[in-house]
Every structure is written in structure tokens, then in C-alpha cells.
């Protein structure tokens, strides 16, 4: 069951377990906001670099966060992507293969 944790209508899930991947553990990490969701046609683009949905509604920012984590993930051999939430919302999500369990000590 994954942790979750909600401030100023953004919910966090932080996980852990089975993957898509056969043997493959995976950390997964969820951030959901409860706004418009993405515009249209912007979806597409969400993870590239410099972009941003809506300029007139950002103070700051250079559009690189989600460019950045999706270029963790690919680097990491993990798993990335956005999209709308069926219920209202973005939900941007990123899975990372998890470390070994380090051997016991004695």
C-alpha cells in the first residue's frame, strides 16, 4: 500500500513492489493536483523541455521539472509519463528500479 500525502490539493504516493517488468522491483512515486487537468493538445509535450501549459498562469519556472524527471527515469532504466486524472487533475507519475536489499550484517 503505497504512503500518501496531501498538501494544498497536490496528493503524493510514494510506493514500492512489483513492476510491469517481470523480477524487477520498482520505487514509484505519483503527484496528483486537483486543478483543469492539462490543456488540450498540451499532454504530448508535458515532458519536454522549456514548456509550460499555460504561460500567463506561471510566476516562475523555466518548464524543465517534469523535462528533468523524465530524463531521470530514462537514465535510471525506469519508467515515466503524465496524464489527466478521470476524476479532475494532472497526475504525473515516475517509477525507478529499486537498489538491492543490502546483505545482512551480523
Known amino acids: 500500500m503505497p504512503a500518501v500525502a496531501v498538501r494544498d490539493?497536490?496528493?503524493?504516493?510514494?510506493?514500492?513492489?512489483?513492476s510491469g517488468t517481470p523480477g524487477r522491483d520498482q520505487v514509484r512515486i505519483e503527484v496528483r493536483d486537483h486543478g483543469p487537468g492539462f490543456p488540450p493538445g498540451f499532454?504530448?509535450?508535458?515532458?519536454?523541455?522549456?514548456?509550460?501549459?499555460?504561460?500567463?498562469?506561471?510566476?516562475?519556472?523555466?518548464?524543465?521539472?517534469?523535462?528533468?524527471?523524465?530524463?531521470?527515469?530514462?537514465?535510471?532504466?525506469?519508467?515515466?509519463?503524465?496524464y489527466?486524472?478521470?476524476?479532475?487533475?494532472?497526475?504525473v507519475r515516475i517509477a525507478l528500479p529499486a537498489l538491492p536489499q543490502p546483505p545482512e550484517s551480523f
Open 9 to 18: 490539493g497536490v496528493a503524493v504516493a510514494v510506493g514500492g513492489g512489483g
Open 43 to 82: 499532454l504530448p509535450h508535458a515532458l519536454d523541455r522549456f514548456t509550460q501549459a499555460d504561460r500567463s498562469r506561471a510566476t516562475s519556472g523555466t518548464g524543465l521539472g517534469l523535462a528533468v524527471t523524465a530524463a531521470i527515469a530514462r537514465a535510471a532504466d525506469g519508467e515515466y509519463g503524465a
Open 84 to 91: 489527466d486524472h478521470p476524476e479532475r487533475g494532472a497526475v
